[in-house]
């Protein structure tokens, strides 16, 4: 059993940046990945970046390449997303998802009560 809460979200305008972060306690094992999402109102969740909890491999989606990092600090099992230049679309809850293997595994994965990010114009 994995308890992941997440911290830093916020109000921000154009523009701006917020950093994310997430701690991961438990049962908490090198293989493990770990995983931003966030859903807008009236929408599903849409994945944001992932890292594995060595931080020797990232991924993410076109749309936070060149604004957004992940990174991770295995040694404290809390990861952050860094958000630059924040837009208006960016404003949704921001998760933290935490999965018991490689990304693209379907494997366990445990959910944080997420963050609210707001991008004002």
């Known amino acids: 059993q994995v308890h992941v809460v997440e911290s830093g979200g916020g109000s921000v305008q154009t523009g701006g940046s917020l950093r994310l972060s997430c701690a991961a306690s438990?049962?908490?094992?090198?293989?493990?990945?770990m995983a931003w999402f966030r859903r807008s109102p009236g929408k599903e969740y849409e994945f944001v970046a992932a890292?594995?909890?060595?931080?020797?491999?990232?991924y993410d989606d076109d749309f936070v390449k060149g604004r957004f990092t992940i990174s991770i600090d295995n040694t404290k099992n809390t990861g952050s997303l860094q958000m630059n230049a924040l837009k208006p679309e960016d404003t949704a809850v921001y998760y933290c998802?935490?999965?018991?293997?490689?990304?693209?595994?379907?494997?366990?994965?445990?959910w944080g009560q997420g963050t609210q990010v707001s991008v004002s114009s």
């Open positions: 438990g049962r908490i094992e090198s293989t493990y990945t």
């Open positions: 998802n935490v999965i018991e293997g490689p990304w693209g595994s379907k494997a366990l994965n445990y």
């Open positions: 890292i594995s909890w060595s931080g020797d491999s990232t």
